[in-house]
């Protein structure tokens, strides 16, 4: 597609599930980004993938945390065992290399009842 | 640490000229970038600095002064649309992520 696509745009989910957000690049970019923003707050980085590099991951606040990207192109952020503190809106961002701009996808809005 | 500094809100008139300063003190530096957010949406990329001095995009403009930690973004014309959450970000020496600032929220009136 023409920009990054995210997926689910909101889901609401009781605490103590596990939850996937879906983070689709711009084709071609090799480089993909997931931060957080809660309320009221700056945006947080979480994770890095560049290319077939191991991943930056000194972002993740817990090990309830992780991502993974298949094939150098999607990738899932996977929250497990939620809390009320996890709930952000979650923004995964692509660039076609580490010294360029990112381009941000919408965003999932993940709510923790 | 990282520290990033932006004004939490500020106000201007339609058709003036704002400046949104930013400061950093940061463990490594490879660039900033402001990015421009309205309520509910994503980050748009504005601008980048990795050089000091002045870069002009239209109504926009981003300056950087790396010595003194600083850059400031200016917007010309003013239009209602302007109103949104100007993001202030610095990438830092190792790999690319992004260190953002608060925002600064920006409000246009009539």
């Known amino acids: 597609g023409a920009g990054v696509s995210q997926s689910p745009s909101n889901k609401v989910t009781e605490k103590g599930k596990d939850v996937e957000l879906r983070c689709d690049p711009i084709?071609?970019?090799?480089?993909l980004y997931w931060y957080r923003q809660s309320l009221g707050q700056g945006l947080e980085f979480l994770i890095y993938?560049?290319?077939?590099?191991?991943?930056?991951k000194s972002g993740l606040p817990s090990d309830r945390f992780s991502a993974e990207r298949t094939g150098g192109s999607v990738s899932t952020l996977t929250i497990q065992r939620t809390q009320q503190e996890d709930s952000a809106v979650y923004l995964c961002?692509?660039?076609?290399?580490?010294?360029?701009?990112?381009?941000f996808g919408d965003g999932t809005r993940l709510s923790i009842l | 640490g990282q520290n990033i500094d932006q004004p939490t809100e500020m106000t201007a008139t339609e058709g003036a000229i704002v400046q949104i300063n930013c400061t950093y003190q940061?463990?490594?530096?490879?660039?900033l970038f402001w990015y421009q957010q309205h309520a509910g949406e994503a980050p748009t990329f504005l601008s980048y600095?990795?050089?000091?001095g002045l870069e002009e995009k239209g109504r926009f403009s981003s300056f950087l002064s790396r010595s003194k930690g600083y850059s400031y973004l200016l917007l010309k014309e003013l239009q209602m649309k302007d109103s949104a959450s100007y993001l202030c970000a610095v990438r830092l020496s190792q790999g690319g992520k992004l260190i953002f600032g608060q925002g600064t929220e920006l409000s246009v009136k009539p």
């Open positions: 940061t463990s490594g530096f490879n660039g």
């Open positions: 084709s071609g970019h090799t480089a």
């Open positions: 961002a692509s660039s076609s290399g580490s010294n360029q701009p990112q381009h």
């Open positions: 993938f560049q290319g077939n590099s191991a991943p930056d």
């Open positions: 600095n990795v050089l000091d």
